[in-house]
């Protein structure tokens, strides 16, 4: 049981680039989401999924995309990376409403 | 609608003991506890649900005021290994967590 991966662990942007942040989990979890952490901050609801092709935006949405074809993969799209985007990025999942949230490790993503 | 977290900071020495507050201004059906230490992700400490049911790990106690929205996690008899940062996220029926600003605890030998 990995549990929920998530790749790549870092990586280096430039402005206007884009990439797509991948995350998956083996515990056949329905929930999954996607937050962002600035340095020395707390965590910011990017999207969330409750189900395989049901998405909706969390706190801070803007420039960034998802989608969820299937159970175990959750990915997140960035377009047109701009440095305000340079941030730790954790993927979680958890069973349904009221439980355990699981991290992933993260990616560390710098646009310069 | 994000949560509120109090104290900012918390300095003790070990064997002390602390209380962290999580305050929201909307009806909420779950509060959650992490702890998050530097370069790492958030750890599941516990979890209180409306109509008070608690899920965590034993040695860590919570309490969740449902008519007042808000959360206090308890901390007794502080070890080195509870340092870090203690985030609360809470949800109020619509699937989203959203998560304060977390409290820097930092134990002392």
């Not at chain 2, 104290?7 to 962290?20: F, H, K, M």
């Not at chain 2, 007042?68 to 308890?74: D, I, M, P």
Request: aromatic share 10%.
């Amino acid at each position: 049981n990995a549990g929920v991966t998530q790749t790549p662990k870092f990586r280096i942007l430039k402005i206007g680039q884009s990439m797509t942040l991948q995350c998956t989990q083996d515990m056949n979890h329905n929930y999954m989401y996607w937050y962002r952490q600035d340095p020395g901050m707390g965590l910011k609801l990017i999207y969330y999924s409750v189900g395989a092709g049901i998405t909706d935006k969390g706190e801070v949405p803007n420039g960034y995309n998802v989608s969820r074809s299937t159970t175990e993969d959750f990915p997140l799209r960035l377009e047109l990376a701009a440095p305000s985007q340079t941030s730790v990025y954790f993927c979680a999942s958890s069973t349904q409403r009221g439980e355990t949230q699981y991290f992933g490790p993260g990616t560390r993503l710098l646009v310069l | 609608q994000q949560p509120v977290q109090s104290p900012q900071a918390v300095i003790l020495r070990e064997g002390e003991d602390a209380v962290i507050n999580c305050s929201s201004s909307k009806a909420l059906y779950s509060v959650h506890w992490y702890r998050q230490k530097h370069g790492e992700a958030p750890v599941f400490l516990m979890i209180l649900l409306k109509g008070g049911e608690q899920k965590g790990h034993e040695k860590i106690s919570a309490s969740f005021n449902e008519k007042k929205q808000q959360s206090s996690l308890y901390l007794t008899a502080s070890q080195l290994s509870y340092s870090g940062t203690y985030f609360c996220g809470t949800e109020g029926g619509d699937d989203k967590i959203i998560f304060g600003k977390g409290t820097r605890l930092h134990i002392l030998p």
